[in-house]
């Protein structure tokens, strides 16, 4: 019996819900962070990612609301 070996095993995270949302006030910006949920994981286990890199990665989870768009 032979077992091979995959190259690159990889695999991509698949996100399934929003939870939360924060904006922290370094010196002189303010970073936002969205709290995610990924596919076979637990809500405690949920982690804080960068909203933009979120925003660039799934645009469709972020509908455009003019209220929140004010400030750009």
Do not use: C
Request: aromatic content about 8%; glycine content about 2%.
């Amino acid at each position: 019996m032979s077992l091979g070996i995959i190259e690159r095993l990889s695999y991509e995270e698949v996100l399934i819900e929003i939870l939360d949302r924060q904006v922290k006030k370094l010196r002189n910006k303010e970073v936002t962070s969205v709290k995610v949920l990924w596919m076979n994981q637990r809500a405690e286990d949920a982690t804080w990612e960068a909203e933009a890199d979120m925003m660039s990665r799934y645009p469709h989870l972020f509908p455009f609301d003019p209220i929140l768009a004010k400030g750009i």
